[in-house]
């Protein structure tokens, strides 16, 4: 009985995530131009996404129900409909089920190409597999709350994060205890004072030049911040996936 209520315990904590960057800086006008706000039908911000090319941007699965992303702005309370929002169509990943059991990964199709620019660019991804030292430094950003509890800011934030080597992140994971899920990878929230927390999901983790990873999940509320290391979907494991969607342009 009590394994099933901390089964239930840990779901919960994985799942309730908001939208923060912690301890980070405003984003120049110029740069990370491919970032997208996801939003659902009544235009609220849900999540964060990124551009990949002129027809998809990619965001986590667990950011059910959008409807439209905006991009080429970085400050939400300066939104053109007519220029900055696409519909979407949603193509989540086919194993998908819940964050814990992993493959929290979705592309949305948008409505109409992307109109690239001085405002709008897309990321590139990896190649192949994702092999990064320890302690890399690399970059994650969202809207949100800049604290725990804090306000929300409707300028885009960036915040610099060390990578975590994959075994240490499982270690100290399952001292919770937690198993992560397969194709994972992990950065920030560990031996750091940055990181993402509440919905932040679905943004990207960019080392170098290329995004890496998808914002999956973080432990509690707390973001001041948990020592676990914040999880990642590792995109390197579902390039096949993207480019036969990005091929056929559907779902």
């Not at 397969?182 to 919905?199: D, P, S, T, W, Y």
Request: net charge positive; glycine share 8%.
């Amino acid at each position: 009985m009590m394994d099933v209520l901390l089964r239930i315990l840990l779901f919960h904590l994985l799942t309730s995530l908001g939208s923060e960057i912690i301890n980070g800086k405003k984003v120049p006008d110029d740069l990370m131009l491919y970032m997208a706000s996801v939003q659902d039908s009544s235009g609220r911000h849900i999540c964060g996404g990124f551009l990949i090319n002129e027809d998809f941007v990619v965001t986590a699965a667990h950011c059910r129900k959008p409807t439209s992303v905006v991009l080429g702005t970085h400050n939400l309370k300066k939104i053109n409909n007519g220029t900055n929002r696409y519909s979407v169509e949603t193509c989540e990943h086919p194993s998908y089920v819940n964050v814990k059991s992993g493959n929290d990964i979705m592309l949305l199709k948008l409505s109409k190409k992307a109109q690239l620019g001085n405002r709008i660019q897309p990321v590139q991804l990896p190649k192949a597999e994702t092999k990064l030292k320890d302690k890399t430094k690399c970059r994650v950003a969202g809207w949100g709350l800049t604290k725990t509890r804090g306000q929300v800011t409707a300028v885009l934030q960036v915040a610099d994060v060390p990578f975590v080597d994959l075994e240490v992140c499982k270690t100290k994971w399952n001292e919770v205890p937690f198993t992560l899920p397969n194709n994972v990878i992990c950065a920030g929230g560990f031996n750091a004072k940055k990181g993402f927390c509440r919905g932040d999901s679905g943004g990207p983790l960019v080392c170098g030049r290329e995004a890496v990873g998808v914002v999956s999940f973080n432990m509690k509320r707390n973001c001041d911040y948990p020592n676990v290391p914040n999880v990642y979907t590792d995109i390197s494991k579902y390039l096949d996936w993207i480019k036969e969607i990005s091929k056929r342009q559907k779902c």
